[in-house]
């Protein structure tokens, strides 16, 4: 029953959610990711490299020849200076690398509709259509790189999960600039299906873009 009453109250508090898609107040505000992060979340932050080297190392021993094309994008070391794009929509893809069942160890997905949007003066990431959505803030860490704390909205679903409630839901992720108009998420160890899931942002062909305030 007490479960039961947090979850509603935590769900209610995101109740506004229920009229757009796009609207990152399920994640609290805070002065800095630390304040917000679950214990989990930031365990996998901690192990970010980890995850890159099993990622790819269990990726190119079949898919050595797609990993090389995306030349910086599979590059752990690629970030540079001014992590952050200008507010606006992008074209964005999903690739998954690893799997814990040594299966599809390289799972490349279709463009989407993303946007990097402010919210109350923060920065936040949405992933505006599939079937799996992530959602949530954008937070300073470095001059290389932000960090991303979210939940993942599924399928026809029309609210949020408030951050820290599920932890398959929680979502933890590295925004970095790889080059000129081209700039990466990165998801250590995610809760389904791979080791490392990386989202490429670039802009859109109808890109609306402007500087966030």
Known sequence: MITALVLAAALGACADFQASRQSAECV????????????????????????????????????????????????????????????????????????????????????????????????????????????GRLFDDTERRMVFLGTLQLGDERRAYQYGIDRDRDLVAVLERIGENRWRLVFPYPHFESFLDVIEITPSADSRQGTIQ
């Open 28 to 135: 609290p505000m805070a002065a800095n990711w630390r304040a917000t992060a679950t214990d989990d979340d930031r365990r996998r932050l901690r192990q970010g490299r980890d995850a890159w080297m099993e990622g790819l190392g269990q990726a190119q021993v079949r898919h050595a020849g797609a990993i090389a094309a995306e030349g910086a994008l599979f590059d752990p070391d690629a970030a540079l200076p001014g992590p952050l794009p200008p507010a606006g929509d992008y074209r964005c893809r999903t690739i998954k690398l690893g799997s814990p069942s040594d299966l599809l160890t390289y799972v490349a997905y279709p463009p989407f509709r993303c946007r990097i949007g402010a919210e109350g003066g923060r920065p936040s990431f949405t992933k505006l259509t599939g079937s799996q959505r992530p959602i």
